[in-house]
């Protein structure tokens, strides 16, 4: 699975933003898929997934502010990020594992989100 991030850029605190993911193939054909981002300094972390069904689920950073989503038709999932900090400053990385049977892992080149006034 080929992922292609968009949607980042530089916002004020308070400020939202919408990522974009788009998917090379069916994502109601890919076991889950998944925001991770990665803070300057600091290791890869998960911040929320969707998986093939729609289910949803988040880590506490993105719980109340962050809503993941994703359009079927255009194979591309969404990152809602609202009441942004500048400690949400980070690059933000689409993930997709395609089956649990098999180690078949895609990750997108990530996109920047700044936080800054």
């Known amino acids: 699975v080929q992922l292609l991030e968009s949607g980042g850029g530089l916002v004020q605190p308070g400020g939202s933003l919408r990522l974009s993911c788009v998917a090379s193939?069916?994502?109601?054909?890919?076991?889950?898929m998944a925001w991770n981002r990665q803070l300057p300094g600091k290791q890869r972390e998960l911040v929320a997934l969707?998986?093939?069904?729609?289910?949803?689920d988040y880590r506490d950073v993105a719980k109340g502010r962050f809503t993941i989503s994703r359009d079927t038709a255009k194979n591309t999932i969404y990152l809602r990020m609202n009441n942004l900090r500048p400690n949400d400053t980070a690059v933000y990385y689409c993930?997709?594992?395609?089956?649990?049977?098999?180690?078949?892992?895609?990750w997108g080149r990530g996109t920047q989100v700044t936080v800054s006034s």
């Open positions: 193939e069916s994502i109601t054909t890919i076991y889950f």
């Open positions: 993930f997709a594992k395609k089956s649990p049977f098999t180690p078949d892992e895609s």
């Open positions: 969707i998986s093939a069904s729609g289910d949803t």
